[in-house]
């Protein structure tokens, strides 16, 4: 009752682990699929080893996160082995992030050798120069990488957009006029939060990405409007903590539906509740599939 498909990628289960939580080594995403989890995205992985920011990098706050790891991760070559341990037991969705077309492509080729179901472009990381939504906000930017990656891989290539604009809509439309097989939304949204005791900002970056329930509602518009525009496969991601979170998103027009935060407020069981209560809520009003209940709110 709960497959779906992404384009050609079915998935058993409709909820992934979003980028950057539980998703550094092989046995970490071994574990989340074992969780309930329909598919895995990997940190964000660059073409260099990255230390990131140093610390403080990440606050909890009434209402979410705010992170500013700095893309931290061990680059494309060492993460290979990660890859192989957990690429052989289920979804894997390759995150990357570059500076440029040729390194997306460099990554994108990397991810699909080591067996990676699909790859997500990271556009959007709300606090990196250079990179994430210094590139993403840019609707020509992301149709240049976009069909750069296409050309250069046979497997799925997502895009992660960021909310972190007044054109998402644009934005989405560029992903598909290039090409590009399907769109995440929402990465986090730019945020900061300040010591009054110390009178400074928290976060070694200063700014950072807020998660967590804080950025559902915006996640869902952004899916909502995303959908009046595009026919590819939107995945919603942005504070989904149980089934009444994803159903939201479904309904907006997401065909299946990612989850960070809430791995660390309710723990890797969050999967396995979403999936049995989003499967009673189905049955007790009459959706026999996903596919039933994709964008049921534009009717
Ligand atoms: C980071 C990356 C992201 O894409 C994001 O949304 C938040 C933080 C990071 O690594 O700093």
């Not at 957990?86 to 460099?106: L, M, R, V």
């Amino acid at each position: 009752m709960l497959v779906t498909s992404i384009g050609k990628l079915r998935l058993e289960k409709p909820g992934m682990v979003a980028s950057g939580i539980m998703d550094e080594t092989g046995h970490s995403m071994i574990r989340m699929l074992r969780s309930g989890a329909g598919a895995v995205v990997t940190k964000s992985i660059g073409i260099k080893p990255n230390p990131g920011h140093p610390n403080p990098t990440f606050t909890e706050l009434k209402c979410g996160y705010i992170n500013a790891m700095g893309l931290p991760n061990p680059g494309i070559e060492l993460f290979g082995k990660e890859m192989e341990i957990a690429a052989k037991c289920g979804n894997i969705i390759g995150s990357i992030y570059g500076a440029s077309p040729e390194e997306f492509s460099t990554l994108a080729g990397k991810m699909e050798e080591y067996g990676a179901a699909a790859v997500e472009l990271n556009l959007s990381c709300p606090h990196a120069t250079g990179y994430g939504m210094e590139l993403g906000t840019d609707p020509a930017v992301i149709g240049s990488i976009v069909s750069a990656v296409k050309s250069s891989v046979k497997i799925p290539v997502w895009t992660k957009l960021t909310p972190n604009t007044h054109m998402i809509k644009d934005l989405a439309l560029a992903v598909q006029n290039a090409g590009g097989d399907a769109v995440v939304a929402i990465n986090t949204v730019k945020a900061m939060a300040i010591s009054p005791q110390f009178a400074k900002p928290i976060l070694s970056n200063k700014f950072g990405g807020l998660s967590g329930p804080a950025i559902r509602s915006i996640g869902v518009r952004a899916v909502f409007d995303i959908k009046m525009v595009v026919d590819i496969p939107i995945i919603g991601v942005g504070g989904i903590s149980d089934w009444k979170d994803a159903a939201q998103y479904i309904m907006a027009g997401a065909c299946a539906f990612q989850v960070g935060s809430a791995i660390g407020t309710r723990g890797i069981e969050v999967f396995d509740t979403i999936n049995t209560e989003l499967e009673k809520f189905m049955k007790d009003y009459g959706y026999s599939s996903i596919s039933d209940m994709i964008g049921v709110a534009h009717e």
